[in-house]
């Protein structure tokens, strides 16, 4: 009978850790997505989150030796400057839809920490005349 019980105290321990383990991973991943409108509204200072929109024509500014680049992001109605470290997605255009994943901080600069090119529409299937 001790041996069942020591047995049962073990897997509760063990549930107990890997249900932290999985909580904790969720939370850390779990990011909000905005809009840069929603964004700005809101104010989500200093947290994780993905924000969706074109890159704001004549903003773009690439140091390639460094690897960082600047430039802004519009959802057509407001922008936000986006600083990013890191290799850049060839798909990244001036007027192409990007999702960043960072944090906005209270001076409006948003530092991504993932720079997400959405696909031209080159592949989309061509429509032939009947």
């Known amino acids: ?13 063990i549930l107990g850790v890997v249900g932290y383990l999985v909580y904790s991973g ?11 409108s929603e964004l700005k509204e809101k104010k989500v200072y200093n947290q994780g989150v993905r924000v969706g929109g074109k890159i704001a024509p004549g903003t773009v500014v690439y140091d390639a030796a460094n690897l960082k ?13 986006v600083y990013y470290k890191g290799i850049v997605p060839d798909a990244f255009k001036e007027d192409n839809e990007v999702l960043v994943e960072g944090k906005y901080s209270a ?18 299937a061509k429509v032939t005349a009947p």
């Open 107 to 124: 001076d409006g600069l948003f530092t991504a920490a993932t720079l997400l090119a959405k696909c031209p529409s080159k592949y989309k």
């Open 26 to 36: 969720i939370r850390d991943l779990g990011v909000y997505y905005f809009t840069v």
């Open 69 to 81: 680049l600047n430039f802004g992001l519009t959802d057509g109605k407001e922008e936000i400057k």
């Open 1 to 13: 009978m001790m041996k069942k019980k020591k047995f049962v105290i073990g897997g509760l321990i």
